[in-house]
């Protein structure tokens, strides 16, 4: 099955910006609507954003105008670019198809927000 890798994660004040990305271990971009998901220890994971085949993205409300989610077919890269992050953002985040694959799910990557 597909493994995605994560990165990018870090620690950043509230106000700073983190660019996450994820590597599919197959070149599934071009074919497939992938997303960006995070979950914070005790909640549940929850979408943060979406890409699809043709590039449409779509967003969770708290995080809209601040992320932006791109992929490069070519290079078969997705990330998350991270502005104005704040505390409530702080969790691991995870990238898989917009419909899970349960095997699929890699390590994620920790972002903390903190002063």
């Known amino acids: 099955q597909v493994q995605f890798v994560e990165s990018g994660g870090g620690f950043v004040q509230p106000g700073g910006s983190l660019r996450l990305s994820c590597a599919p271990s197959?070149?599934?971009?071009?074919?497939?609507?992938v997303a960006w998901y995070r979950q914070a220890p005790g909640n549940r994971r929850e979408t943060v954003a979406y890409?699809?085949?043709?590039?449409?993205?779509n967003y969770k409300d708290s995080v809209q105008g601040r992320f932006t989610i791109g992929k490069d077919n070519a290079k078969n890269i997705l990330w998350l670019q991270m502005n104005n992050l704040q505390p409530d953002d702080t969790s691991t985040y995870y990238c898989?198809?917009?419909?899970?694959?349960?095997?699929?799910w890699g390590q994620g990557t920790r972002v903390t927000v903190s002063s």
């Open positions: 898989n198809f917009w419909n899970p694959d349960p095997a699929s």
């Open positions: 890409i699809n085949e043709a590039g449409f993205a």
């Open positions: 197959e070149r599934i971009l071009s074919r497939n609507s």
